[in-house]
């Protein structure tokens, strides 16, 4: 049996502090029954990947030998088995000849770009040469930093560990013989789909533009509506073994300093391996660890982004994902659609109250249906008191269990059409509603009010514009049940005074979730009920923004001449 396959049985059955002395050297047995030579391969490969750590954690400065870099570039790189990295060797046109090489990822950097703003200006154009007035090392590299005109973008690299990460993020760096210095050039040219219609946050009259997965498009996006020169992108990396390219946004005139660093010391205290979506950093820097409701407001509209930017709060962007995370955020917030602000505020506050009657509906009408059932008959009027105890008589479970067993099927027939591609899913979840719900009824397995419960429940919960808030009510929603089980109409009281108060302690980024309805602050009517776009005029108050007025008191100025002229006719006198 092989080293390794003894040191994975071992493992299985170690405890974590013994696995680092076990893949050291192993036990004494594994080391006398196992070959010399594995044991020596293994010990050197294990030395070599540290030295190669070693390189890039602790700033190793580069040499000037070309041929030494090349080496170590080739180790670090994992050339030639790596196919994907490109270590090419040239030779800069000046005199006499200098030799330089280029190292790139193929696929991650444009090729048609590299030739056009590296290999014609250094190896063509033979009149580079050194400025005479300067050392030698500080003036070829800045000759040869002007003769790259053509990029859009030169960084100099003075260690290995900032030529790996721009030659990951899709840079190519620039290393010549002698110097002790590179320079990165902006080559980027990875694949990315086009900006399409929002897929979730659909909305009939609104822009119809989405994010995509660069997170370069979609900070353009966010400028195209907000052209202001205020508006700030800040970049972070995130992660320890594969670094995230994250941004945060803000208008440095309106958002709250205080805000903005403390996003900043969020994001930049984090170290975990491998943060790669929106959703998984969102639960790394929230408030409180709560299944109660999210604490970031994740969009895919850069509209809505832009217009919580101009608010004052901060957009969270993540390289490879469509969604932005905006913090901090309230109920309210979660509650709102972006259709919300573009329709006259009638209609804007009639959507948002069904949305409210929806959410509770959701989240109380099957408790309440088995309080009322189980402990308060005296609640439903006698008619239906009776058509329901006369349609559940042939139906031999208690109403919890026919309530638990529906709602558990309809949560296998979302999840199922969620995972099915295509128009399938939703053709699944439409004809196994009703086949299964059909099939119950007539099988005496439930009654036809509890199909109605359950029917109304679902749409209530598809009535909440936010995914993570209606999963959260989703799972309450089974809380609730087991209280209407145990105590009635009392213990969903009970419930919603400890949800309350739950809600009511909850933060994000230290901003009150119900706020600003708990605790009152100065707000516009646009939380509870959508108000008139031009009584719009202050900001909220619980963020504490630098600029509180959003628009003049009177922002219709074609009233004023109304009131100069008396009467509406809009004429003066």
Not at 110 to 125: E, G, R, V, W
Not at 182 to 192: F, G, K, P, S, Y
Not at 271 to 283: N, W
Request: glycine letters at 6%.
């Amino acid at each position: 049996m092989s080293l390794f396959s003894k040191l994975s049985r071992r493992v299985l059955f170690r405890e974590p502090q013994e696995y680092q002395s076990l893949f050291e050297s192993g036990s004494q047995e594994d080391q006398q029954q196992a070959p010399a030579g594995d044991r020596r391969q293994f010990k050197r490969k294990k030395a070599e990947t540290e030295r190669l750590a070693d390189l890039i954690n602790q700033d190793v400065p580069l040499p000037t030998d070309l041929q030494e870099i090349k080496q170590t570039l080739g180790k670090l790189f994992r050339s030639p088995e790596n196919n994907d990295v490109v270590i090419r060797q040239f030779i800069i046109g000046m005199e006499p000849p200098l030799q330089a090489l280029m190292v790139f990822y193929d696929g991650l950097a444009d090729k048609s770009t590299q030739n056009m703003a590296i290999l014609q200006p250094l190896m063509f154009f033979p009149s580079l040469r050194p400025d005479p007035g300067k050392k030698l090392v500080d003036s070829l590299m800045d000759r040869v930093a002007e003769s790259l005109l053509p990029g859009n973008e030169v960084v100099t690299v003075r260690n290995y560990q900032e030529l790996a990460d721009n030659v990951m993020n899709g840079l190519t760096v620039v290393v010549v013989d002698g110097q002790d210095r590179a320079l990165a050039v902006e080559t980027r040219a990875w694949e990315h789909r086009g900006i399409s219609t929002p897929q979730v946050e659909a909305v009939i009259r609104g822009p119809q533009e989405a994010f995509t997965e660069q997170i370069r498009a979609n900070i353009t996006l966010v400028r195209k509506y907000l052209r202001r020169t205020s508006l700030v992108s800040k970049f972070v990396k995130v992660g320890e073994m594969s670094q995230a390219q994250c941004a945060i946004m803000y208008l440095d005139d309106i958002a709250n300093p205080q805000l903005v660093e403390e996003v900043l010391r969020r994001l930049q205290s984090l170290k975990a391996d491998f943060i790669h979506e929106s959703g998984i950093l969102e639960q790394m820097v929230q408030d409180t660890d709560t299944p109660l409701s999210p604490q970031a407001l994740s969009t895919e509209r850069p509209d809505r982004v832009a217009a919580n930017l101009i608010e004052g709060r901060v957009a969270i962007l993540v390289d490879g994902n469509p969604w932005v995370l905006i913090v901090p955020t309230t109920f309210f917030s979660l509650m709102q659609a972006a259709e919300d602000a573009y329709i006259r505020w009638p209609g804007g506050t009639f959507a948002r109250v069904v949305r409210y009657v929806g959410l509770a509906v959701a989240m109380l009408l099957p408790a309440f249906y088995v309080a009322a059932v189980t402990y308060h008959q005296d609640f439903i009027p006698t008619d239906l008191l009776l058509a329901m105890t006369g349609a559940r008589e042939a139906v031999p479970f208690p109403t919890i269990l026919e309530i638990l067993m529906m709602e558990l099927a309809f949560e296998l027939i979302r999840e199922a059409g969620i995972r099915i591609p295509g128009t399938v899913g939703t053709t699944l979840g439409i004809v196994g509603a009703l086949i299964l719900g059909q099939a119950a009824v007539a099988a005496n397995i439930v009654s036809p009010i509890l199909i109605v419960v359950v029917a109304v429940t679902a749409l209530g919960s598809f009535a909440i514009p936010n995914y993570e808030l209606s999963v959260s009510v989703r799972m309450l929603r089974f809380v609730y049940l087991l209280l209407a089980v145990f105590l009635g109409l009392f213990g969903i009281v009970a419930g919603l005074f400890v949800h309350a108060a739950l809600l009511v302690q909850m933060r994000s980024f230290g901003v009150p979730f119900l706020a600003p309805l708990t605790p009152m602050t100065a707000s516009s009517p646009d939380y509870l009920w959508r108000g008139p776009v031009w009584q719009q005029e202050r900001r909220p108050d619980y963020l504490d923004p630098l600029r509180s007025r959003r628009q003049p008191r009177i922002s219709r100025g074609w009233t004023r001449h109304k009131r100069k002229g008396g009467g509406g006719d809009g004429g003066g006198k």
